[in-house]
Nanobody, 129 residues
Framework: QPQLAEFGGGLVQPGGSLTVSCEVS????????IGWFRQAPGKRREGLSC????????NYADSVKGRFTISRDYVKNTVYLQMNNLDTEDTAVYYC??????????????????????WGQGTQVTVSS
């Protein structure tokens, strides 16, 4: 099964940009759809974006559409989430997760968290002046 680890969190000023990365180790990176999620203190975990295992499909939550961009590098076994025009409301722990269904090649979901069975430990993103 895959192991996921997030990197790249930190402190950024409002209006700034940050890219977080999700390194996937173990078996078959190209077989897993990957999603990005976040959870702020006292709030529910929120789906942000996902990319299918084929790389053809990318979906975004309305809250980040136009500001965040997801991509994946099959050589580095890494999925990136580039975040622009950050706001204090974006402060949260950011998680990546892998879809457990390796036959789901061309779709992914940002709303159905039940399909994601493998999770990283998260990386803190703080947006503050």
């Amino acid at each position: 099964q895959p192991q996921l680890a997030e990197f790249g969190g930190g402190l950024v000023q409002p209006g700034g940009s940050l890219t977080v990365s999700c390194e996937v180790s173990g078996f078959g990176f190209d077989g897993y759809g990957i999603g990005w999620f976040r959870q702020a203190p006292g709030k529910r975990r929120e789906g942000l974006s996902c990319i299918s295992s084929s790389g053809d499909t990318r979906n975004y939550a309305d809250s980040v559409k136009g500001r965040f961009t997801i991509s994946r590098d099959y050589v580095k076994n890494t999925v990136y989430l580039q975040m622009n025009n950050l706001d204090t409301e974006d402060t949260a722990v950011y998680y990546c997760a892998a879809d457990t269904d390796r036959y789901r090649r061309f779709t992914c979901s940002v709303t159905d968290m039940d399909i994601y069975g493998f999770w990283g430990q998260g990386t803190q993103v703080t947006v503050s002046s």
